[in-house]
């Protein structure tokens, strides 16, 4: 079985590269099970129904998202729907370790067309992060439910270490740890003892002459003289930043792992 997960798309520079390489990159690989992190879709903060709706005409069985997933209002309704749903507002993911009541839902069992059945997490870390349930005993919880083999955790933090740490507990109980929110990809993507694909951060899909996104000179600013401004989304230099795991439906154990990057 092969999964692809494309990481943090940011703006309309972000769903420009990724409708322009993704089809090809789902046939050339023959992937089964597409995720996409779209919490930055809109303009760099946050997703709306509509952008959210262009994904999953991409393909996306699932769209993660982190921390700016409330910057777009309208999304709230867009997710609020019957936890044994499978309609599209379903498979929009929040982190799970967020506040019991908050819209939407943090994990996502479905079943593909093969009659192979699979698991979408979402957690967030929680140093340098805002405040949030322990990703870890959210972790144990949320396994404890799922019945698919195939299970992907999108783990949206800054820290590498509390990123690793995670690999390093779930390693074995899951088929993939994808890191997403800090638009920088690492190249530490591997397959741990027991089965775990593991990259801390898969990168942003958007614009790299930018500052993790946002156009270099309103950052430049904000730095050299401390003084609020609005950030805007760049444009120039658009990469798509995925990985692709092939793993054992039957046993969800991972095989392989690798990084990809393309540019136009």
Not at 192 to 204: H, I, K, R, S
Request: charged share 20%.
């Amino acid at each position: 079985m092969n999964i692809l997960f494309v990481g943090d798309v940011f703006g309309s520079a972000g769903r420009h590269i990724v409708r322009e390489h993704l089809p090809h990159v789902l046939e050339t690989n023959a992937v089964d099970l597409l995720v996409i992190n779209g919490e930055n879709a809109a303009g760099g903060f946050g997703i709306t129904p509509s952008i959210a709706e262009e994904l999953f005409d991409l393909g996306a069985h699932v769209i993660t998202t982190g921390n700016h997933i409330w910057d777009k209002r309208e999304i709230f309704e867009y997710m609020t729907v019957p936890a044994d749903s499978h309609v599209r507002g379903r498979r929009v993911l929040r982190p799970a370790n967020y506040a019991v009541g908050t819209p939407g839902f943090g994990v996502y069992e479905g079943e593909l067309p093969t009659g192979q059945t699979y698991a979408v997490m979402n957690l967030q870390c929680r140093v340098f992060m805002s405040s949030c349930d322990d990703p870890f005993r959210k972790a144990d919880e949320l396994l404890s439910k799922i019945t698919a083999k195939v299970i992907l955790l999108d783990l949206h933090g800054e820290a590498t270490s509390e990123k690793v740490a995670i690999g390093w507990y779930l390693d074995g109980r899951i088929t993939a740890l994808l890191g997403t929110h800090t638009h920088i990809p690492t190249a530490d993507e591997r397959v741990l003892p027991n089965g775990t694909a593991y990259q801390t951060d898969v990168g942003m899909s958007g614009p790299y002459d930018s500052v993790i996104g946002v156009e270099k000179e309103l950052v430049l600013a904000r730095f050299l003289t401390g003084m609020p401004g609005k950030f805007e989304p760049a444009k120039g230099n658009p990469k798509m930043c995925a990985a692709l795991i092939n793993c054992d439906g039957a046993t969800g154990r991972a095989h392989h792992i690798q990084r990809i990057m393309l540019g136009e």
